[in-house]
């Protein structure tokens, strides 16, 4: 049971540049979320999932997309690169509502 | 929309005490309350979960409870050691289940 994966842990992109988060988990969660954490910001969600082919906005979806093909896996889409998205990316997953939300490590994101 | 304080925002207390960390929020309209622990530059750890049907929960030195009704939530910890020493977050989840708004997070420093 490794709970929420993330990779890479560590990304360096050039502005412009596209590249996919990825987020597996193997507990059956339903529920998958990505949040972002910035200084003096805390953190803030991207995008959601309540099931494998359902997916939503959250507070600051702009330059991301998301799908969820499978239960287990949410992956995070950048899809031109900009310096604003320097920031510290997470994963969580949830069984159900009553249920806790476990984290992933992180991926420390850098765009120059 | 939901707002989340976390007071106060660092805090350095000696080893052996017991301390108290707050939380406020301003909609009451919650699922539940998660509080979660953070190592620098690590992911997040929970430690303590909370339904918004209940008033308290424990787990080991740590005491987490939820007064709905004025909009407030505290994380007791008992007999401070140095290994305490980290951000603790709250979270909320909205009643739809797919969505955690965090607080600032208090910085916890426990000298020996």
């Known amino acids: 049971n490794a709970g929420v994966t993330q990779t890479p842990k560590f990304q360096v992109l050039k502005t412009g540049q596209s590249m996919t988060l990825q987020c597996a988990q193997d507990?059956?969660?339903?529920?998958m979320s990505w949040y972002r954490q910035d200084p003096g910001m805390g953190l803030r969600l991207i995008h959601y999932?309540?099931?494998?082919?359902?997916?939503d906005q959250g507070e600051v979806p702009n330059g991301y997309n998301v799908s969820r093909s499978t239960t287990e896996d949410f992956p995070l889409r950048l899809l031109s690169a900009a310096p604003s998205q320097t920031s510290v990316y997470f994963c969580?997953?949830?069984?159900?509502?009553?249920?806790?939300?476990?984290f992933g490590s992180g991926t420390r994101l850098t765009v120059v | 929309k939901q707002e989340v304080t976390q007071i106060p925002a660092a805090l350095s207390v000696p080893e052996g005490e017991n301390l108290v960390l707050n939380c406020s929020f301003t909609d009451s309209a919650i699922y539940n309350l998660q509080w979660f622990r953070q190592d620098p530059g690590k992911g997040l750890t929970s430690l303590l979960l909370i339904q918004s049907s209940q008033r308290e929960q424990t787990s080991g030195r740590l005491n987490a409870s939820l007064d709905k009704s004025s909009g407030r939530s505290t994380l007791y910890i008992a007999a401070s050691q140095p290994g305490d020493s980290a951000t603790y977050l709250c979270?909320?989840?909205?009643?739809?289940?797919?969505?955690?708004?965090f607080g600032g997070g208090t910085r916890l420093m426990v000298k020996p």
């Open positions: 979270a909320l989840r909205n009643n739809a289940g797919n969505m955690l708004t």
């Open positions: 999932s309540v099931g494998a082919g359902i997916t």
């Open positions: 507990m059956n969660h339903e529920y």
């Open positions: 969580a997953s949830s069984y159900d509502r009553a249920r806790g939300y476990t």
